[in-house]
Every structure is written in C-alpha cells, then in structure tokens.
C-alpha cells in the first residue's frame, strides 16, 4: 500500500469514488458486493495521481483559501500521473469510453472528495433542547462532551470513534452533569457512555433521575 492509504482522507476519497460509480451504472451484476473491491482498487491506482498536498486537507488546513472554487481549481490540476490501469480499468468495465472520459471522472471524484473534506464540522450547537436529557426538566442547561476532550487524541488513535463525532454534546443541568461526571471518567465515559442513552442504562443514573425529575427548580417540595 503506498502512503496514506490508511488515512481517513483516502477512505473518503474511497468512498465518493464509489459512490460516483454507484450513481452510475453499477459495474458488475452484484454491485453491492464488488463495488467495494472494484472501489478500492480504483481508489489505490488514483490516489497518487492526486497532489500530495491534498491527501491530508481538512477544514482547517490553510490550503482550504486558495483552492476558492473548487470545480475551478480541480479543473487546473494536472493529474499527470494517473495510472494507466485506472484508465483500463474503467473503460474494460464500459465506465468510461476513453483516457479522457477516465481523466473527467477522476475530477469529479476529487471534486467531491475537497468540498467534503474541507465541509465545515457539524455544528453540534444546534442539537441544544429546552429540557435536561436526563431530568427532563426546564431549567439552565450546560453542555456534556460526550466524549470528553481529554480524551479526543486517544479516541481517534485507537479508531474508537470516528473524528465526526468527537465532538457531540448532550444538554444537562448542572446537578445531571455533576453526576455524570461523578459516576464515571474521561475514558470510561468515551468508551462507553457516549450517548444519553448508553448513561440511562446504568442504574446510579436511573437512581438520580427519578429523584431529579421530581425535583421542581426553585420550588421546595414538603
Ligand atoms: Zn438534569
Ligand atoms: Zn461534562
């Protein structure tokens, strides 16, 4: 494998290559079960042909400025190095008609492949709701990294979770929050408490919950 190959960039390269041929007509009978091998392949023999510089752009990268509008800029890069068996590949398999038709396709690919991988992160603010996701009640909310930031570089080494989600919250009130922080930490919490849902199961939580929920906010209850 040259390198790279097993970077998240070349997987989603990987992936709009695929589905740009999956758009089209499918290039075998059993499109779902080859095209992956078929994608693959095709992936590998293109990847190099595509300016190193572009292998590991993010959002972030400083790259992101210049390239402006990214059909335009696609359309200078010349992909002199494209691999013949790409071309072959393609036109055996009645993709493309031609070295030209090979060479349009790869630039539609990498279009794609720039406008995803310099897309803006998700903005996890818009996920905020009135009420505590455990409570439920309405009151002043703070927001829980669901997967801790301590814990981010670890995460993503270890492929625990991918890098789309890193940041995601949950909306808590400050007594919920607390006892999340308190039931368990950093990594217990990126591993296996990194939704709402995995925290309800466990029975502390459920504990508080039921005692929370009957809590009014600013109201002594006798
Ligand atoms: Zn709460
Ligand atoms: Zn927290």
Redesign the pocket.
Known sequence: MASGESSQNYTLFKDCLASILFSSDPPTADPEQSLDEFASYLASEAWPAIPPSLHSITYDSNLTKPIGEIDEYVSTLPLDSLSPSFTETLTSYGQVPDEEGATRLLRKVAVRYLEQATAPPPVWNSTRTKE??????E?PLTYHHLIPRSTHAKVLKRGWHPESVINKVAW??????SVVHNVARGEELAQHYHTVDLLLEREDIQRW?KY?SKQRFGVKRG
Do not use: D, G, S, Y
């Open positions: 505590c996701e455990i409570c439920e009640r009151v808590l009130c400050r007594p919920c929050h919950r929370a």
